[in-house]
């Protein structure tokens, strides 16, 4: 099926201070992380990620401290549904997900509604708060 796209060769993800870029020689995109690149340790290379969700949540605020610091630690509502940006062989396109409850897993759609099939590989997600 095809669905609107557009050319993501890198993008951010600004709320999990994360950058990502995309190697067409390997089909794969890495992933650098408040500065630091991200590593598959066991074989001591960057994460090769065949494709990267960005999934949007209501977000709120839980009682556990993090860090053992002084700000309050996040949550987000996957118990439900939201927007979706896909990125996958440096193309970029949008769609939504959706979870029935706690204990169903999560459902990717793209744009045209129909459901989003992942690629053999790691496929990361990044979840953001509206």
């Known amino acids: 099926a095809h669905w609107p796209r557009t050319t993501a060769t890198g993008f951010i993800v600004a709320a999990n201070r994360s950058a990502y870029t995309y190697a067409p020689a390997l089909g794969v995109y890495t992933k650098v992380e408040d500065g630091e690149t991200m590593t598959d340790a066991a074989q001591g290379k960057p994460d090769q990620l065949f494709m990267v969700l960005v999934l949007h949540a209501n977000e709120f605020l839980v009682s556990d401290i993090e860090s053992g610091c002084c700000t309050h630690g996040r949550d987000f509502d996957l118990d439900s549904h939201g927007a979706l940006d896909i990125y996958y062989r440096g193309q970029h396109s949008v769609g ?35």
Do not use: E, I, K, Y
């Open 96 to 130: 939504t997900w959706s979870s029935a409850d706690r204990a169903a897993p999560l459902v990717f759609f793209n744009a045209s509604g129909a459901a989003l099939t992942l690629p053999n590989g790691l496929v990361w997600v990044d979840v953001v708060g509206n």
